[in-house]
């Protein structure tokens, strides 16, 4: 069999400042694409009610002509923000989709129970599923939104495998702005792996993070943001979050699983939209995957040591979230505000910090 290219991106919202068309930079990048993946990180809709979150993504519905213009085949909608505009918008992004031929996981209605999809190239089947952390939906308006259980998935990946040559499988995990996936998600994704995945996607934390080969199948652990607002004072060259970088993962499938991979390092301007930037900023965003890869080939990834990575950039970051929300939206936010401080999650975040603190004053004596 020939080689079949699945390419995949990350976060996607479909807004630009002066309403920019999204993907007119990037699409010539796409040219060799048997399959195009991405997440898409928001509503398609004029409907529902914003939720009482910091930050409400939703867009027109005929912003999908940029998705299906791009030449996007499979998108996931298990994420944190596809129930912004609650069950009704929900509702109208997706049949959105179905009527411009895209398909979409993650998400099951009464109205589209889909619990995967396949797409057949040259006789080959690619079987995708989505999850997301968290999940769960909305059961009493028929909205099922695919938890990350272990146990479920590999159970659909098993499932899949039978009728499947391929399966990828997405997942919305992780911790918003941090280069460093969690020793529970690393032993997770190698667990799918050995269930029968040939490829994990994973996004979400709007950051890139490692890539790694694993007994022949391919962990992607963030695919950051694709096409997504940023704060350009983030990425200054002394902070550099580097919510401004990502890149289109390339996958050569052949007749063994995953052939060969390689990465095609993007940007985004000041107005959202991305690009493949000059050769310079490529071989640099070539060498950060490489660095935060280096990690998991080494296994160096400990619960103590990633506490103390994330710890700061966790906690700053919720705390800003609920600021917004207390102030928008009052007692109740404030209230679980408190609950949140004083989660087991935390807790360990207070302890890292602590940690950090200790070795800088021991390395200072």
């Known amino acids: 069999m020939r080689s079949i290219t699945l390419m ?18 990037i699409k010539p990048a796409f040219a060799g694409k048997d399959v195009l993946f991405g997440n898409l990180e928001t509503a398609l809709t004029t409907r529902g009610t914003p939720a009482e979150k910091a930050v409400v993504l939703y867009t027109l519905p005929d912003k999908v002509l940029h998705l299906k213009e791009a030449g996007f085949d499979v998108l996931n909608v298990a994420n944190n923000h596809i129930l912004d505009m609650g069950a009704e918008g929900l509702r109208e992004t997706l049949k959105v989709l179905k009527e411009h031929g895209l398909h979409f996981i993650g998400v099951r209605t009464s109205e589209f129970d889909q619990p995967y999809v396949v797409i057949e190239i040259d006789e080959k089947k690619l079987g995708f599923l ?22 479920d998935i590999v159970v659909d990946i098993e499932s899949l495998r039978s009728k499947c040559d391929f399966v990828i499988v997405s997942l919305h995990w992780g911790i918003e702005k941090v280069f460093y996936p969690s020793p529970k998600q690393v032993a997770l994704a190698r667990r799918l792996i050995d269930a029968g995945a040939t490829v994990v996607l994973g996004h979400h934390p709007h ?56 990465t095609i390092p993007v940007e985004i301007t000041r107005d959202w939209v991305p690009y493949i930037p000059p050769e310079e900023v490529q071989s640099e965003i070539r060498a950060f995957i490489s660095h935060v890869s280096e990690p998991l080939y080494r296994g160096t990834i400990t619960e103590s040591w990633w506490f103390e990575e994330i710890a700061g ?21 404030l209230l679980q505000c408190i609950r949140w401080l004083v989660s087991p999650f935390c807790l360990k975040c207070y302890l890292a910090l602590a940690r950090r603190m200790f070795k800088g004053v021991v390395r200072t004596k």
């Open 8 to 25: 995949a991106v990350g976060d996607i919202s479909l807004k630009t400042l002066g309403d920019k068309p999204p993907f007119d930079l």
């Open 130 to 151: 989505g999850y997301c952390e968290g999940g769960g939906g909305d059961p009493k308006e028929g909205i099922y939104i695919n938890k990350i259980n272990g146990v």
């Open 207 to 262: 950051v890139i993070q490692g890539i790694e080969m694993y007994k022949g199948g391919l962990i992607a652990y963030s695919l950051g943001n694709f096409q997504f607002e940023f704060d350009p004072e983030e990425c200054s060259k002394g902070r550099n979050k580097r919510t401004n970088q990502s890149f289109i993962l390339t996958i050569e499938l052949g007749e063994n699983g995953v052939q060969s991979y390689d």
């Open 313 to 333: 950039e966790y906690l700053g970051g919720n705390l800003k979230s609920f600021g917004r929300r207390i102030k928008r939206y009052g007692l109740k936010h």
